[in-house]
């Protein structure tokens, strides 16, 4: 293979992969704990809480920050794990790429 057909096909490489993160990026993740509900983009910006006040007493305000958290963490893993399906075929042997 001669070295203008490999940084075509590299070049095709990059495109795909880009297409495959701004189809990520444009995806909604949706987190959830008990009563706590954080929708976030493929980019891991935070688009949306929701609480079940009706769950709620004012004295449980701790344990809604602990409940909100766990809901953010599930949807971060959710777009890491949707990351590692559509391009993980792109990064075989080199971890770490997004």
Same mark, same amino acid.
């Given at each position: 293979?001669?070295?203008?057909? #490999?940084?075509?096909? $590299?070049? %095709?490489?990059?495109?795909?992969?880009?297409? =495959?993160?701004? %189809?990520?990026?444009?995806?909604? +993740? *949706?987190? !959830?704990? !008990?009563?706590?509900?954080?929708?976030?983009? @493929?980019?891991? =910006? #935070?688009? &949306?809480? *929701?609480?079940?006040?009706? !769950? /709620?007493? %004012?004295?449980?305000?701790?344990? /809604? =920050?602990?409940?909100?958290?766990? $809901?953010? &963490?599930? $949807? #971060?893993?959710?777009?890491?794990?949707? *990351?590692?399906?559509? /391009? @993980?075929?792109?990064?075989? @042997?080199?971890? @770490?790429? +997004?």
């Amino acid at each position: 293979m001669n070295m203008q057909a #490999i940084m075509k096909q $590299a070049q %095709k490489m990059q495109k795909d992969m880009m297409n =495959e993160k701004n %189809k990520i990026d444009e995806m909604v +993740f *949706t987190g !959830s704990s !008990s009563f706590v509900t954080v929708e976030m983009n @493929g980019k891991k =910006e #935070i688009t &949306n809480v *929701t609480i079940d006040v009706e !769950s /709620l007493d %004012k004295e449980e305000i701790e344990m /809604l =920050e602990d409940m909100i958290q766990v $809901a953010v &963490n599930d $949807a #971060i893993k959710q777009i890491d794990k949707e *990351t590692e399906k559509r /391009l @993980g075929k792109y990064t075989q @042997g080199m971890p @770490g790429l +997004f």
